[in-house]
């Protein structure tokens, strides 16, 4: 493998600039409607033009597409649907020439249904060697006709599914603490831990650089708690003692440190970092340097725009990471959540679910404001230590797709979360009243910040591919697109190709210091060489410090910088 990255650069990781690719909607380049491998080799030009470290790709492998491919059926190979291995050796080694690292997306919890290892179990007697590697029980009431426990999935509603015999007779229940093809692995199971330590090795022999660990936090369960009830998923509220029965459990530590094992023995050694959902001083844990060593900071993800909110959240975790000498990340997007152009663009208290579920039509989404606050933001969390983690699509400024129809969405979470209003509805069908069901969907799911990207301002897919895209375009995704935004002085796509240029330039050490404004609506701190950042959440203009204005996300008239609005300076030293 060509490498023209610095093998003796054991640190490169600690302040990155990393940017999700979620392939199926990135870029397709065989005309089948779905991205794929050579899609994203295709754009490497594209890419190195926003001076990134490296990508991270989710799930590309073989899946049935349960869960937009968090639901893998072969962790060492790529879905034909997507390329194959060699398609992506050869995406590594143009990456790699153009000193962009690669990220791949371990899913440990799960594997799919139509996995081998799964039907194998199917396949199986209760009890064998094939059942154990997932989590088979027998069901309660008189003829094992109802779940084991009253434990939920994330997508709702049971977290046991009730398997069928080879002979097609009802059999025991599988745990799935996602979708029911998402059955999950038993990680007490000595052959899962090595068939992950392989699938690890494979990629990393393959030259990835790091991995993302989907739902790090769940791989040990306490089955022996199999009676207790569990009723409602915790999110943030998991014990912090490491003793919660499906949770951020203790042990799974045991299962990082074996990683970080391997890692090591890659030079330089592989890196990771962890989706963990559970109180920020248990997400460190995961980040120690003997096990993932970097773990993912999804505090911004999830808070309103609000200056107070995110200055605590800033010092919180730059405090954190250090306790484990980590560094600390940054997202503002990812393929799970509504996008930061949308979310500021709404009231602060606007209920996303219900907004999203309404097709945006029940509060009017002021876009001018939204994409004005999420460009200042952006650059904010560009200017701190640390990783910044971008999601494709923030760059070219898109809104989420609030306006999916029924039909075309594929998440899970629509899907599955679903209500039965009543049993005593009644509908005419060629003229025949039919006595039903009203079926009411309670979560409109994650579909429309994955819709595909617009390279073009036209054509069928605005150049995404030569098919109609998996997930429908809106109109305005025209003017959104690489095309239109390209060459623009004041374009989201110039402002992150400016901003993340002169971040790479101006990297500093992990250090800030918070200088007064004496306006709680104004943040405003420096970088050890003088890079300052200050930004105007809603007060009242406020003046520049001395210094070269190096970028500023919307025009300022001056020294004075409006409200919404981020600048960064290089003052003299
Ligand atoms: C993670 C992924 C999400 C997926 C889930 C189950 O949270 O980010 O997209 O649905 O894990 O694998």
């Known amino acids: 493998m060509v490498l023209s990255l610095n093998k003796l650069d054991t640190d490169w990781w600690r302040q990155a600039a990393i940017y999700q690719i979620y392939p199926r909607s990135f870029k397709d380049s065989n005309g089948d ?55 992506f050796d ?20 799960h594997s799919s249904d139509q996995h081998a290892w799964f039907q194998e179990a199917l396949a199986s007697k209760p009890g064998s060697r094939a059942r154990d590697r997932y989590i088979f029980r027998d069901g309660k009431g008189k003829n094992g006709e109802l779940p084991p426990n009253d434990w939920v999935s994330h997508f709702a509603p049971s977290a046991w599914t009730r398997s069928k015999n ?34 690890l090795k494979f990629w990393a022999d393959r030259g990835v650089d790091g991995f993302r660990i989907d739902v790090a936090h769940a791989l040990k369960k306490d089955m022996s708690k199999i009676n207790k009830s569990y009723p409602k998923l915790k999110g943030f509220d998991i014990t912090d003692k490491g003793n919660d029965i499906l949770f951020d459990r203790n042990e799974v530590h045991e299962i990082y440190r074996e990683w970080r094992k391997l890692f090591n023995e890659y030079n330089p050694p592989r890196v990771a ?4 959902y559970v109180m920020a001083k248990r997400r460190m844990l995961y980040a120690r340097p003997d096990e993932l060593g970097q773990a993912f900071n999804f505090d911004l993800l999830v808070a309103p725009y609000d200056a107070k909110t995110f200055k605590r959240i800033i010092k919180d975790n730059i405090k954190l990471a250090k306790t484990e000498g980590s560094s600390s990340t940054w997202v503002l997007n990812n393929h799970d959540k509504v996008r930061h152009a949308t979310k500021y663009g709404l009231p602060k208290n606007a209920d996303l679910n219900q907004w999203l579920l309404s097709d945006g039509k029940d509060i009017p989404l002021n876009r001018a404001q939204g994409s004005k606050r999420a460009r200042a933001a952006s650059m904010l969390t560009m200017a701190l230590p ?95 697109s690489v ?29 800030i210091e918070w200088i007064k404004t004496g306006d709680p609506e104004v943040l405003h701190f420096k970088r050890e060489n003088s890079w300052h950042c200050v930004m105007n959440f ?15 996300s919307a025009p300022i008239k001056g020294r004075s910088l409006p409200k919404d609005t981020c600048a960064w300076i290089m003052a003299p030293q």
């Open 166 to 199: 080879s002979d097609g007779t009802p059999g025991q229940w599988y745990l799935h603490l996602f979708a029911p093809e998402q059955p999950d692995f038993n990680w007490d199971n000595r052959e899962v831990q090595l068939d992950f330590l392989k699938t």
């Open 386 to 480: 640390g990783c910044v983690y971008i999601y494709q699509g923030e760059e070219l400024g898109l809104f989420e797709v609030e306006d999916l129809q029924h039909q075309d969405l594929q998440d899970p979470n629509w899907i599955r979360n679903v209500e039965i209003k009543s049993q005593r509805t009644f509908f005419k069908k060629e003229g025949k009243t039919i006595k039903g069901v009203a079926v009411v969907h309670t979560e409109k799911g994650r579909d429309g910040c994955r819709v595909p990207l617009p390279w073009t301002s036209s054509g069928r897919s605005f150049g995404f591919g030569s098919a109609d895209a998996h997930l429908p375009q809106p109109s305005w995704f025209a003017e959104h």
């Open 273 to 276: 970092v962890a989706e963990a």
């Open 90 to 109: 050869q995406m590594v080694t143009a990456l790699h020439n153009n000193n962009i690292r690669v990220f791949v997306d371990i899913v440990p919890n």
């Open 33 to 87: 409607g779905l991205g794929d491998i050579n899609g994203i080799t295709s754009k490497v030009a594209y890419l190195k033009s926003l001076s990134l470290d490296a990508v991270w790709l989710s799930p590309f492998y073989p899946s049935a597409l349960a869960d937009g491919g968090y639901d893998v059926s072969d962790y060492r190979n790529v879905d034909p649907r997507l390329g194959t291995l060699e398609d």
């Open 538 to 552: 809603g007060g009242a203009t406020y003046t520049l410090p001395a210094g070269e204005i190096l970028v500023t």
């Open 483 to 511: 095309q239109s935004q390209t060459g623009v002085n004041e374009s989201t796509l110039e402002l992150y190709r400016m901003a993340l240029a002169l971040r790479a330039k101006y990297q500093s050490t992990e250090e």
